[in-house]
């Protein structure tokens, strides 16, 4: 089926975003640390469990920002 050329496409650029927590968890040699601890729980642990919540937070975003009226 050929794209409607009136479609917006101008939203587009928000799915980039979705790349960052890829980026971010990609090299685990950047977190691989025990310090600092936070409650107790290693970096390495606390680092990616921060990403699982910011991600959902950035998808949250962007389906908001990009989904159709």
Not at 6 to 32: C, E, G
Not at 37 to 55: E, H, K, R, S
Not at 59 to 65: N, S
């Amino acid at each position: 089926m050929p794209e409607d050329p009136k479609r917006d496409t101008s939203h587009r650029w928000w799915y980039l975003i979705l790349v960052l927590p890829f980026i971010a968890t990609l090299f685990p040699q950047i977190y691989n640390s025990l310090t600092p601890a936070l409650g107790g729980i290693p970096f390495f642990y606390w680092y990616q469990l921060l990403w699982v919540i910011i991600t959902g937070l950035l998808t949250l975003i962007v389906y908001a920002v990009t989904r159709e009226h």
